[in-house]
């Protein structure tokens, strides 16, 4: 009952978000220079063909009026018509959205595997020399861009070792199996750097929690240091951890249009930046909506998990 | 603890390898199986009326078959319609073929090619001006089709070969109120199958189809790939069989490849500095050729282009039936620049270039700007993307200059007209160029290549004597091929077509 309603206060809290994050989409995107009818005239411009696609766009109405149609068309699962192709905006980023996520979670998936024993390991050998090891290797991590990472991985083990397939072709509805060997190595991409931040941060909480007085007790009562550091300890670090994964969650998703790119994937990220290169509003405006979207189910997942993971809060 | 974590290393290690193993499947050895491109972009659309992108082209292709086709050296051939005739200047009559179906088993004849014709002119349309000579069309008898002209115009045939020559089924057009879009019907060697946006489009082949004798794969798949270090890494591990647009400098680590092939031909597609003839800063003759004879031509083919392409002189190319005449040649003589320069009183020139901001344009602008550095000019690159810089430049007119390409058009006088026309939208000076217009006439009385030839040549003479543009490099058409493809030929266009094409 108290997990209800804390969903409830989240979710309500969660539209005036929603609402402004949209807002400013909508006008920072007609601040990107460029005529959307030059763009969709291309090569076949001529001063009558500018003059009709731009009629037929509307974008002659007032900018507050267009927003206005939009949000509340939006909120009722209609996200409009594209400029490019006249096709419906929800149907194209339903067809797009299954890849990414499917991209998100396994790269989270990593994330967390690669960061979370990581980080445990590292907090324990405070100060040797293998901390200092894996905490360079993390720092280096973070400091890695992904579509190089990307690229290195191609070249490691597409092209070299042949163990997964190479960039491009991928289709998760045609054939779920291959797409899903192909999503490995961008979801190595996309999730190492991802799990170098947790690998920092669990260790940092991690060595304040070994460092406490009921750790100290725990180990004057002869607990074994398996169950100290993987039950009590890991366990009192698990705010900082739930925060740290909630956050990646958003940098995955922006991470995505990078790593898409890289391995000629067609998600939601590649759609964004060909939206952007035809000044195709409507599409631009539904990714940033479906992104925001996600990214504030998952603070409400972490807000949420606080409460379970931690029966002081309430 | 040393334990447990060799483990974990060993078990992520398994878990790889079987991630590694499972699935397996890669290209079968069958050859009839699916020809795998990666294409540039997506499809504007699959409507040939609606779409905007040369990028097009290749993926219509197949599904549309077009009246007139075209030789790899663009001159026309037959295709949907199998001879024409020209009674006057401004007449032209097509024979089709007999027994072509579109591939909603409707029949191609006289009627169908009105329809399509009217539907190129009428309402939605992004081709009107490629058919803006065309008073009427009429069907004079079942496979008979006569175009009647306002005035002459030569380049009609070659328009046919294009856009406004791709036949769609009347029938499937009504059906779906006239947007075709997404559901393409025409009377080519493959159907439409399916099209996911922005992923890939397939097709599949068409059983009664017209020229059941050619060679042609039994599906292809063209897999949207816009990133070129992508595209190539997808062919080089067997993702693809065909990998549109290399970038020249990905080909030399290509030719070195295993398993691939390259195809390097000639293309139109020209780079070049769009000019404002009429601009304060570039609006005297002199200062333009100046600019030209600046230019080290072939030291920006070998840097810039890696030296796969030519030299440009004129907008076409040489080894093309339109070629410029010898006279028309692009020196480089920084002392006569100097020299024009300080003869037009512009000797400390300063002027402002839009570039497309991609890193092998800026490479050219950055050469460019050393190069007229060199004779004394000022040129501040103002890189923009390239929706941002067709539209400042083509539309507000904001600088003087701007270096993009010319991907070129089926017809020489289609070139001349949008670039060097006073109503061409691709010229900002809004005046033709001197002698052009006269010139082009010339080009127009007859459609055979050998009578328009005198007219062209003029034509390329006055467009050289004004320099009313910057030519510099003809960059190649660059196709990666994997070693199973076989039958492959590009065109001058760099459109290539893919019947022919087998997979051994």
């Known amino acids: ?314 | 603890m040393t334990f447990r974590s060799r483990a974990g290393a060993v078990a992520a290690a398994l878990l790889l390898s079987v991630v590694a193993a499972c699935g397996g499947g890669g290209s079968s050895d069958d050859a009839d199986r699916t020809l795998r491109v990666a294409a540039v972009s997506d499809a504007s659309s699959l409507d040939p009326i609606r779409g905007n992108a040369g990028t097009d082209h290749i993926l219509l292709y197949p599904i549309y078959d077009t009246l007139i086709s075209y030789t790899e050296g663009l001159e026309a051939e037959p295709g949907l319609a199998e001879s024409w005739e020209q009674p006057s200047p401004t007449e032209l009559v097509l024979k089709l073929r007999e027994g072509v179906t579109f591939h909603d088993g409707e029949p191609l004849n006289a009627e169908a090619v009105v329809y399509n014709f009217e539907r190129a002119v009428g309402e939605g349309s992004n081709i009107q001006a490629d058919l803006a000579a065309v008073e009427s069309a009429t069907a004079v008898d079942e496979y008979t089709v006569s175009y009647k002209l306002k005035y002459a115009d030569a380049s009609l045939l070659l328009v046919l070969a294009d856009r406004a020559g791709m036949m769609v089924s009347p029938k499937a057009a009504e059906a779906a109120g006239g947007d075709l879009s997404t559901k393409p019907v025409g009377a080519g060697g493959w159907e439409f199958v399916e099209w996911k946006r922005g992923a890939v489009i397939k097709v599949k082949r068409y059983a009664d189809y017209w020229d059941s004798e050619s060679d042609r794969v039994s599906a292809i798949d063209f897999n949207i790939i816009p990133d070129p270090k992508t595209r190539v890494t997808s062919l080089r591990s067997g993702q693809q069989d065909v990998v549109m647009d290399v970038s020249p400098s990905d080909a030399e680590s290509l030719e070195k490849a295993d398993g691939v092939e390259l195809s390097d031909t000639p293309r139109v597609n020209i780079n070049q500095v769009y000019v404002n003839t009429a601009s304060e800063e570039l609006g005297d003759p002199r200062v333009r050729k100046a600019l030209s004879l600046a230019i080290d031509r072939e030291a920006l083919l070998k840097s810039a282009y890696f030296g796969r392409g030519s030299v440009a002189h004129g907008a076409l190319p040489n080894d093309y039936w339109a070629e410029p005449p010898a006279s028309v040649k692009s020196e480089f003589d920084p002392d006569q620049a100097k020299k024009l320069l300080a003869d037009a009183g512009k000797s400390d020139l300063t002027f402002d270039m839009i570039a497309n901001a991609d890193s092998a344009t800026i490479r050219v602008a950055e050469i460019l700007k050393q190069q007229w550095a060199d004779v004394g000019v000022t040129m501040n690159i103002r890189p923009l993307e390239i929706v941002q810089g067709t539209s400042d430049y083509f539309n507000d007119r904001k600088t003087p200059a701007y270096l993009s390409q010319w991907t070129g058009r089926p017809d020489p006088a289609m070139t001349y007209r949008l670039l060097f026309s006073a109503d061409g939208y691709f010229n900002t000076s809004d005046k033709w160029t001197p002698g052009l217009e006269e010139a082009l006439k010339k080009s127009d009385a007859s459609t055979e290549p050998s009578e328009r030839k005198a007219g062209f040549d003029e034509a390329a003479e006055a467009v050289f004597k004004d320099t009313s543009f910057l030519p510099l490099v003809f960059g190649n058409s660059i196709v990666g091929l994997s070693d199973d493809v076989e039958g492959f030929a590009n065109n001058l266009l760099g459109k290539p077509k893919f019947k022919g094409v087998t997979l051994g």
Not at chain 1, 200 to 214: F, G, H, K, P
Not at chain 1, 244 to 251: E, F, K, M
């Open chain 1, 1 to 314: 009952m108290r997990i209800l309603r804390v969903v409830g206060t989240c979710l309500v809290a969660a539209i005036p978000t929603l609402i402004l994050a949209t807002l400013i989409v909508f006008m920072l995107q007609r601040l990107i220079p460029g005529d959307p009818a030059v763009a969709i005239a291309g090569e076949y411009a001529t001063p009558e063909n500018l003059e009709r696609i731009r009629e037929e766009l509307g974008l002659n109405q007032p900018l507050i009026m267009q927003y206005l149609t939009w949000i509340g068309n939006a909120f009722t699962g209609d996200l409009g018509t594209s400029f490019q192709t006249g096709e419906s905006i929800t149907a194209l980023v339903m067809q797009r959205l299954p890849l990414t996520a499917l991209l998100t979670l396994m790269a989270l998936l990593v994330a967390i595997l690669v960061g979370l024993p990581t980080g445990v390991i590292a907090a324990q050998k405070v100060d040797t020399a293998f901390d200092r090891f894996l905490t360079t290797g993390a720092t280096f991590g973070i400091a890695i861009p992904n579509f190089w990472l990307g690229m290195m991985l191609i070249i490691v083990f597409a092209l070299n070792l042949g163990w997964f397939p190479g960039p491009g072709g991928v289709s998760l509805q045609d054939d779920p199996a291959g797409a899903l060997r192909a999503l490995v190595l961008p979801a190595l991409a996309l999730g190492l750097v991802g799990g170098a931040e947790i690998c920092r941060q669990v260790r940092s909480a991690m060595v304040e929690s070994l460092s406490t007085d009921y750790v100290r007790t725990h180990r004057a009562k002869g607990l074994s240091n398996r169950s100290i550091v993987w039950k009590h300890a890991l366990k009192n670090s698990s705010l900082p951890f739930a925060t740290i994964v909630g956050l990646q969650v958003s940098r995955l998703i922006g991470g995505a249009v990078v790593v898409e790119a890289v391995f000629g994937l067609s998600g939601i990220g590649s759609l964004a930046v060909e939206a952007t290169n035809q000044r195709d509003y409507g599409v631009i405006q539904a990714v940033v909506f479906v992104a925001a979207v996600i990214v504030l189910l998952t603070n409400l997942i972490v807000d949420v998990s606080y409460r379970l993971l931690d029966p002081r809060i309430r």
